[in-house]
């Protein structure tokens, strides 16, 4: 209540309380809140999700006996597949709402992916590893950043961009099996690079759509689902600008 003079009688009135907000404010101050956490609790996946993947690949550089044993049977080649196929079943789990299954499948696939990502430190001055790892993370923030902060629609962005990567694949393929121009394969990792640039910040402003969209309730579900195409996006610039800045052994 607040308390206003009544000229007329000489005293004073209470008078109802009227909010200097209106439903849609506070509605806008819940919505910025719940994206604050949903984009907290998707960087902790990143994070995590780098975490492993580190420790994977330094365990297998350690061990002789293990790279040795990978490279020399069907192993390194069965996990690229199952990779594929733990991918696809975190993005079931995740649509059926399975958040324990969706995380599991998140774990291994961070765990094969460090493990296969040492084949490639194999070949590359540790340095040169280092120096991509700092700039894809630099790239990584900024362009998430943007994502989160920008008021512009990038829907259109994110499709362009997905168009775009089937069409490195498809080049891709005839360089490898008909072109053979390794010029070819240096242009298509600058490609790739600026492709998940723009995906990037595409996956923050997706999760703020489906944070507003889905509510608390569904705050998990967006976390893990962002958290792992983050992932994904900094992989791969990771290991194009290690193709691109790598210094070979």
Not at 121 to 126: C, E, G, S
Not at 237 to 246: A, D, K, P, S
Request: aromatic content about 12%; proline content about 0%.
């Amino acid at each position: 209540m607040n308390e206003n003079w009544d000229q007329e009688n000489g005293a004073w009135q209470d008078t109802p309380y009227v909010s200097r907000f209106t439903a849609e404010t506070v509605a806008d101050i819940e919505a910025q809140d719940l994206t604050s956490l949903v984009a907290t609790r998707s960087f902790a996946v990143v994070f995590v999700g780098l975490i492993i993947t580190t420790i994977a690949s330094y365990l297998t550089l350690s061990s002789a006996e293990f790279l040795y044993n990978l490279l020399s049977s069907g192993a390194f080649a069965f996990l690229l597949l199952a990779e594929v196929v733990i991918v696809l079943i975190n993005g079931w789990a995740i649509r059926k709402s399975n958040l324990v299954l969706a995380g599991i499948m998140y774990l291994l696939y961070t765990i094969s992916n460090g493990i296969t990502m040492s084949v490639v430190f194999l070949a590359y001055d540790l340095g040169s590893v280092k120096e991509a790892f700092l700039l894809t993370a630099i790239i990584f923030g900024v362009m998430a950043a943007f994502g989160y902060f920008t008021k512009k629609d990038l829907s259109t962005v994110g499709s362009i961009c997905s168009m775009g990567l089937i069409g490195v694949l498809l080049v891709s393929l005839v360089n490898t099996f008909f072109i053979h121009s390794s010029g070819m394969d240096l242009i298509m990792d600058y490609v790739v690079v600026l492709l998940f640039v723009g995906i990037t910040a595409f996956d923050m402003y997706r999760m703020k759509q489906m944070a507003y969209e889905g509510g608390a309730e569904e705050a998990n579900r967006i976390a893990l689902y962002t958290g792992m195409q983050l992932y994904l996006d900094f992989i791969n610039i990771f290991l194009r600008l290690i193709r691109i800045m790598g210094r070979r052994k």
